[in-house]
């Protein structure tokens, strides 16, 4: 483990501050400091270069395929915030020099980054910098970044070089190709280029504007351009004690926003659009624009704020950290993309969509934001049409989701992943083909979306097409056992990776079995309650047929049992019998996936470890099949099998734990769950931000210790506050209806904002209450009655 | 002009020193140390990573494009020399800690790159670390590099990370499809990946071995794979006081490597033979490797040595320097692919050849090495077809050469250039539409070959029907003034670029009349003198036609002539009547082009100033059609008004006016010359070596002060040491025979080393020598009889 004690909770758990300066943990700052507002995602790189560094700007949804032998990523825009700061001539960066006062530091009040330095440099001169950026939730297409230097010692020659750098790469796959460069009125820069596949242009624009001591500057910088680059240069001698501002405000538009995509050969109207759009956002100056983005983020906490009291302030940060990256991560603009599983916030995983977004992250939304959560289950719909061509290109009817979904919700798992150590080679990666689950995933994510909502017109136009579609392609999928008399899925990876080409995966079985039936219910619900609709999808899906089918085959779905005394269930067919062996070297959350430097894939399968959890996954979708000695004796039987080596393991165990009224334990891995990111592992967030963990964050704390589930349309609420929580305070969204919940030890407060027509029942610890404007009950009793 | 006094010329001007680590010029650095063999071009970047590091890794003539809009450029290879260095935990770089002693060398006797620091890390500890790279000359796919640290204060834990990186790009554009990447034996590295539109694949290959204390290590390093790269860590802790090594020996091979070009898909057998031969070489050792390159370096300059007897040990240095870079960028192997404006020494122009070549480094091929200078004007035969094309595509006639040629002699200058400072949009460029005379000097450079060497059969089968195609061009490019009663060529650039769009270019003009001419005398000799070539000739191109179009229009060319009085030759239709200013200030040669931040191209047309030699290249070329009267005028009315903002301008000023016996002039322009990359202007080859310069360091010299001329199948000698030249002697090949020459205070000796057949006729100073086997004569003597 390494040391280091610069990150800090301050101000009751709004900021986040780095207070030591180290290059070598350059990537975890990138990625937990990160902006965006679910178009734009711009990595926390610093102003000055530094080896290793990774500048990153994604723009959500903008998908482009390098090469025909890889898949789709999310291509790195030009990069507008490094700038080339010279002091006396001296390139201006930390590794030198003295730094005599160091602190950057994550607003999450308003999404601000801000970093103060006092900086002596190797002559003994010393400077006092500023740096201020945002990316505006106001305007989903701007940025700003101001910069205040002031020599203090003696009066020095400055010069910024600052513009739009077109040389990024991902991780050296150029997805652009070059288009124009401009300079407009020695100010305004432009540089365009368009992906080399999917012919998305993206037009960079940005505008400076240089202040001395508060005067504007009106001598013209010198304009440079290179290849793929233009920029500026200032220059000017700063006497002592007087600040040098620089303003620079900057945009992104792509050809493929919702309100360009289908114009067609629009780009000079585009590149003047950007234009004017920066001109006048420029004219209203820099501090309105801070003051607007400001006010948004003012807005979203106001009906965002969870509080929780606890003895450790972290856990304060943990929640609004979490909150902060999910509303970054989504694109709550356009139903046309979905959440990336490192969010806009790196490379890793390509902007790629999995199960994550049903099973981790939609959930928050579905409570706290459920126009967002809809936008999250339109795209699956969007997205369909893929599925079926993966379901028909791999002999199966229906729809079968991708494990990775893009654009259009074909597969785009990659082939090859690490150094397989037996081999050489690098490791095959056979999730795309046979993690099946996340089939069943969408569909719950589907249901679980209408039960919070109750958006039938939701349901009616989408849901249930996708319901009957993996439905069927689970009916396809089901293999036949002469000798068990039973249908089988065999051949799949489970939750659980470090186990592939298992068969009769519980959580698979189990989901596909959910599925099949839910589609059942919700045939014969149409057929009775909403004819039009009925008709609609019989006309287009022959559903009659296909309820026959789902009811002779769901019947026989093998379904793992719980062992009669041991209560375990069974992960897989063969995961007993393998070998069990000492696995505390592997679980160290500082050095995630370290087996496989010790174990190929193919030699983990031979043994009983586990890389995240499975089973409990089940327990946590499908809560009402299983008994609470069930769920108790599985999660003590697997979880010291599992390494945790996937970010999606810890909240589930942690929420589990609540469950099974293992409090202290719950609270132990909700602590390290929210730590994934913002812990001691100065390495864990290189690639991005985890953000199925940043919703599991959410999901072990309002879930978990909030004790929020719902079954069937119905609201439960289960809250159990760990020993170190005084006091857990959080809005919830429910079928249109806003509420506030308010558990301190011993009491829990439910307060009714909306005013929504009739009575809402809730179940809490089992006992039904209904709640016109506010239910203040007993916790001690309510558990006591359970 | 910055100071910095860290570069120095040691043993004897063999040895090039920065004595002093400056992070603002790696490029310079990176650009002079480059090492390479004429196939391979390895930039001289640091093991460890610095923000604005180049590593560049070239091989000669593996052209791609990498999208269409884009001109065509030798693709970046994967970097095998970045090393990540740990030492107790944290990345070695120079930028902090403190430098106790520093010096890296390259030692131009063999060609090898060695560094030597003893560093101290952030705590005190101190470590002493060597490195020493090569690139073999004796097997052209080969480099090596040894790494060695001793901890000198206390055991230390130490981390080297090593492998193939081939996330490299072009600023930005990537070249490379990924391939293949491997791991063997835990040692050798093999990363493989494919040119996008050319389709070349490289195989990069390593292999690593690590001692302690010079006791081979056996644990095995852990390996690791991400996109487009693999990579091994050593990590073991170093007692004090003991050496840890690291050896990795490298290889590059391609499927266009002439061995591979016709073998098809032999994709497979491509990388093995690349992972054998690798092996075979590791096997040898290290310390076996490095020896047979040092001895080919030596067999090199024993046939190759230069001596410069100078008050300044600089002059030898620079003199050595150039031999050094022009070996490394010609590709002696193959005479596919001939030499870039930068050499195999960074990205500027792309790997482009540009008249360059003929005129400023086939020379010193032609007097040092005839063999080499075959594959030069071989390519131009290669590329004639494209010039071909390129003629048709214009509405002309026969054969015009492109102003940038790469692969296939079509034109390949790219459109767009830097800012222009008044429109703010990008510089069109218009040397490949308009910058023609390069026609001409292809034909000079065949002619120029054929003169010094003899070499009967390259005319027979190439050369001719060059000087055919390119005469031929200019009858078609010819337009007739009614006015003057004259052919005029209008609308086109001269050597000085800073005058587009101007008519009657007197260089152009004399270089096309001379093209013209030749084409009538080479008919005229081939009529009489070898009918079988004739015939072959006259079938494929209609000679006999084509000699009389030639005759009637090369009498009627337009040759602009001296002024009667002042022998000014106007430089074209308008020079002379432009407005004069004041250039002082761009004149200094540490900010080169800087008029173009207060002029564009437009506005600089309008006045007399000129980036570079223009008319001064002619006397140069055709040296018996003026007088010394014309030349002397022109020197001194025209250098003035030159910025010298073209590196192809000082060396020729130099000669020019070692032959207007400005000697101390000749000497300062030579030293100037020679000072373009190794001088004080710490950016001028950040983008590369200046070739066309560094050819032009051996012609100040040898043509200029040597005097070694050769006009119409003689040779000629006109030495004349400037002041600080106490000795220069020199080997020059000359039609097949080898003599040494040596120039002194006041006598030239010129020794024959070859015996060949006869006599050999030697012009000194104007006076006939015949030489059998040794000429010695008083200089001031042969000068007087003049």
Same mark, same amino acid.
């Given at each position: 483990?390494?040391?280091?004690?610069?990150?800090?909770?301050?101000?009751?758990?709004?900021?986040?501050?780095?207070?030591?300066?180290?290059?070598?943990?350059?990537?975890?700052?990138?990625? $937990?400091?990160?902006?965006?507002?679910? #178009?734009?995602?711009?990595?926390?790189?610093?102003?000055?270069?530094?080896?290793?560094?990774?500048?990153?700007?994604?723009?959500?949804?903008?998908?482009?395929?390098?090469?025909?032998?890889?898949?789709?990523?999310?291509?790195?825009?030009?990069?507008?915030?490094?700038?080339?700061?010279?002091?006396?001539?001296?390139?201006?960066?930390?590794?030198?020099?003295?730094?005599?006062?160091?602190?950057?530091?994550?607003?999450?009040?308003?999404?601000?980054?801000?970093?103060?330095?006092?900086?002596?440099?190797?002559?003994?001169?010393?400077?006092?910098?500023?740096?201020?950026?945002?990316?505006?939730?106001?305007?989903?297409? %701007?940025?700003?970044?101001?910069?205040?230097?002031?020599?203090?010692?003696?009066?020095?020659?400055?010069?910024?070089?600052?513009?739009?750098?077109? &040389?990024?790469?991902?991780?050296?796959?150029?997805?652009?190709?070059?288009?124009?460069?401009?300079?407009?009125?020695?100010?305004?820069?432009?540089?365009?280029?368009?992906?080399?596949?999917?012919?998305?242009?993206?037009?960079?624009?940005? /505008?400076?504007?240089?202040?001395?001591?508060?005067?504007?500057?009106?001598?013209?910088?010198?304009?440079?351009?290179?290849?793929?680059?233009?920029?500026?240069?200032?220059? =000017?001698?700063?006497?002592?004690?007087?600040?040098?501002?620089?303003?620079?405000?900057?945009?992104?538009?792509?050809?493929?926003?919702?309100?360009?995509?289908?114009?067609?050969?629009?780009?000079?109207? =585009?590149?003047?659009?950007?234009?004017? @759009?920066?001109?006048?956002?420029?004219?209203?100056?820099?501090?309105?624009?801070?003051?607007?983005?400001?006010?948004?983020?003012?807005?979203?906490?106001?009906?965002?704020? $969870?509080? $929780?009291?606890?003895?450790?302030?972290?856990?304060?940060?943990?929640?609004?950290?979490? &909150?902060?990256?999910?509303?970054?991560?989504?694109?709550?603009?356009?139903?046309?993309?979905?959440?990336?599983?490192?969010?806009?916030?790196?490379?890793?995983?390509?902007?790629?969509?999995?199960?994550?977004?049903?099973?981790?992250?939609?959930?928050?939304?579905?409570?706290?934001?459920?126009?967002?959560?809809?936008?999250? /289950?339109?795209?699956? #719909?969007?997205? %369909?049409?893929?599925?079926?061509?993966?379901?028909?290109?791999?002999?199966?009817?229906?729809?079968?989701?991708?494990?990775?979904?893009?654009?259009?919700?074909?597969?785009?798992?990659?082939?090859?992943?690490?150094?397989?150590?037996?081999?050489?080679?690098?490791?095959?990666? +056979?999730?795309?083909?046979? *993690?099946?689950?996340?089939?069943?995933?969408?569909? @719950?994510?589907?249901?679980?979306?209408?039960?919070?909502?109750?958006?039938?017109?939701?349901?009616?136009?989408?849901?249930?097409?996708?319901?009957?579609?993996?439905?069927?392609?689970?009916?396809?999928?089901?293999? +036949?056992?002469?000798?068990?008399?039973?249908?089988?899925?065999?051949?799949?990876?489970?939750?659980?990776? #470090?186990?592939?080409?298992?068969?009769?995966?519980?959580?698979?079985?189990?989901?596909?079995?959910?599925?099949?039936?839910?589609?059942?219910?919700?045939?014969?619900?149409?057929?009775?309650? &909403?004819?039009?609709?009925? =008709?609609?999808?019989?006309?287009?899906?022959?559903?009659?047929?296909?309820?026959?089918?789902?009811?002779?085959?769901?019947?026989?779905? #093998?379904?793992?049992?719980?062992?009669?005394?041991?209560?375990?269930?069974?992960?897989?067919?063969?995961?007993?019998?393998?070998?069990?062996?000492?696995? *505390?070297? @592997?679980?160290?959350?500082?050095?995630?996936?370290?087996?496989?430097?010790?174990?190929?894939?193919?030699?983990?399968?031979?043994? &009983?470890?586990?890389?995240?959890?499975?089973?409990?996954?089940?327990?946590?979708?499908?809560?009402?099949?299983?008994?609470?000695?069930?769920?108790?004796?599985?999660?003590?039987?697997? *979880?010291?099998?599992?390494?945790?080596?996937?970010?999606?393991?810890?909240?589930?165990?942690?929420?589990?734990?609540?469950?099974?009224?293992?409090?202290?334990?719950?609270?132990?891995?909700?602590?390290?769950?929210?730590?994934?990111?913002?812990?001691?592992?100065?390495?864990?967030?290189?690639?991005?931000?985890?953000?199925?963990?940043?919703?599991?964050?959410?999901?072990?704390?309002?879930?978990?210790?909030?004790?929020?589930?719902?079954?069937?349309?119905?609201?439960?609420?289960?809250?159990?506050?760990?020993?170190? +929580?005084?006091?857990?305070?959080?809005?919830?969204? +429910?079928?249109?209806?806003?509420?506030?919940?308010?558990?301190?030890?011993?009491? %829990?407060?439910?307060?009714?904002?909306?005013?929504?027509?009739?009575?809402?029942? =809730?179940?809490?610890?089992?006992?039904?209450?209904? %709640?016109?404007?506010?239910?203040?009950?007993?916790?001690?009793?309510?558990?006591?009655?359970?």
């Amino acid at each position: 483990m390494i040391e280091y004690t610069g990150l800090n909770a301050l101000d009751d758990g709004w900021v986040i501050a780095e207070t030591e300066f180290d290059a070598r943990f350059l990537g975890k700052f990138e990625t $937990i400091f990160c902006q965006g507002n679910g #178009y734009l995602g711009l990595r926390a790189a610093t102003e000055e270069s530094y080896p290793g560094e990774r500048r990153n700007l994604f723009v959500a949804g903008a998908f482009n395929r390098f090469a025909n032998q890889e898949v789709t990523e999310l291509p790195n825009a030009a990069d507008m915030v490094q700038l080339e700061i010279r002091l006396n001539g001296k390139p201006f960066h930390l590794e030198k020099g003295k730094i005599h006062s160091y602190r950057r530091e994550l607003d999450l009040r308003q999404g601000e980054l801000r970093r103060d330095i006092l900086w002596e440099d190797e002559h003994g001169d010393q400077f006092k910098m500023t740096f201020l950026r945002f990316v505006s939730l106001q305007d989903r297409h %701007l940025m700003g970044m101001r910069v205040e230097i002031t020599p203090l010692t003696k009066s020095a020659e400055i010069s910024i070089s600052s513009g739009i750098n077109g &040389q990024m790469t991902n991780s050296g796959a150029q997805h652009f190709i070059e288009g124009e460069r401009r300079v407009f009125d020695k100010e305004l820069l432009q540089l365009t280029a368009t992906t080399s596949e999917s012919n998305i242009e993206f037009v960079h624009t940005c /505008v400076h504007q240089m202040y001395e001591g508060g005067v504007r500057l009106t001598t013209a910088p010198a304009p440079s351009m290179d290849r793929r680059r233009v920029s500026l240069t200032y220059k =000017l001698k700063a006497e002592v004690g007087k600040c040098i501002t620089l303003d620079k405000v900057a945009s992104v538009h792509t050809s493929h926003d919702k309100e360009w995509r289908d114009r067609g050969a629009a780009h000079q109207a =585009l590149q003047d659009t950007a234009r004017e @759009y920066l001109s006048k956002k420029a004219e209203k100056g820099f501090d309105v624009l801070v003051n607007e983005n400001e006010q948004a983020w003012i807005n979203v906490w106001a009906k965002a704020n $969870i509080e $929780i009291k606890s003895n450790d302030v972290f856990d304060q940060l943990a929640i609004r950290f979490s &909150q902060y990256h999910l509303l970054l991560m989504t694109p709550a603009h356009d139903s046309r993309f979905s959440v990336g599983a490192k969010g806009l916030t790196g490379e890793g995983y390509k902007g790629h969509v999995f199960w994550d977004t049903e099973i981790f992250i939609l959930p928050y939304f579905l409570y706290m934001d459920p126009q967002t959560a809809r936008k999250l /289950v339109e795209y699956r #719909y969007h997205t %369909l049409n893929g599925a079926r061509t993966k379901a028909r290109d791999n002999g199966y009817r229906g729809a079968m989701y991708p494990w990775e979904s893009a654009a259009t919700g074909e597969e785009e798992t990659p082939e090859w992943g690490p150094v397989d150590i037996v081999t050489g080679k690098p490791t095959f990666i +056979w999730t795309g083909k046979i *993690e099946q689950h996340i089939t069943a995933d969408v569909a @719950y994510g589907v249901w679980h979306y209408y039960q919070a909502t109750g958006d039938q017109e939701y349901m009616d136009r989408y849901g249930y097409e996708i319901i009957f579609e993996t439905a069927t392609f689970w009916a396809s999928r089901l293999e +036949w056992s002469d000798k068990e008399q039973k249908y089988h899925i065999c051949d799949v990876i489970g939750p659980d990776e #470090y186990k592939e080409h298992v068969s009769n995966n519980a959580f698979t079985n189990y989901m596909a079995y959910w599925n099949m039936t839910k589609a059942i219910e919700c045939t014969r619900k149409l057929m009775q309650a &909403q004819s039009d609709v009925y =008709l609609t999808l019989e006309s287009k899906l022959a559903l009659t047929e296909r309820l026959k089918e789902w009811e002779d085959k769901s019947k026989q779905i #093998y379904l793992p049992q719980p062992d009669m005394h041991s209560f375990i269930i069974p992960q897989d067919d063969t995961y007993l019998n393998k070998q069990i062996i000492d696995l *505390e070297k @592997y679980r160290d959350q500082d050095q995630v996936a370290s087996i496989l430097a010790d174990y190929s894939m193919t030699q983990l399968s031979e043994i &009983q470890v586990s890389k995240q959890a499975d089973i409990l996954v089940l327990f946590y979708l499908l809560e009402d099949w299983f008994s609470k000695e069930t769920k108790a004796a599985n999660w003590h039987y697997y *979880e010291p099998k599992t390494l945790h080596d996937s970010s999606l393991s810890l909240s589930t165990h942690s929420m589990l734990a609540s469950d099974v009224n293992e409090l202290e334990l719950a609270y132990d891995m909700f602590a390290k769950a929210a730590r994934i990111d913002l812990g001691t592992n100065m390495h864990s967030c290189d690639e991005g931000i985890h953000s199925a963990s940043i919703g599991g964050i959410w999901k072990a704390a309002i879930m978990g210790f909030g004790g929020v589930r719902s079954w069937e349309g119905s609201l439960r609420l289960n809250p159990k506050l760990p020993q170190a +929580w005084e006091r857990l305070s959080f809005p919830l969204a +429910w079928q249109g209806e806003r509420l506030q919940v308010t558990v301190t030890r011993g009491k %829990l407060e439910v307060e009714r904002l909306t005013s929504g027509l009739g009575e809402l029942t =809730l179940l809490i610890h089992g006992r039904e209450y209904v %709640l016109k404007d506010r239910i203040v009950t007993d916790l001690k009793e309510a558990e006591r009655s359970e």
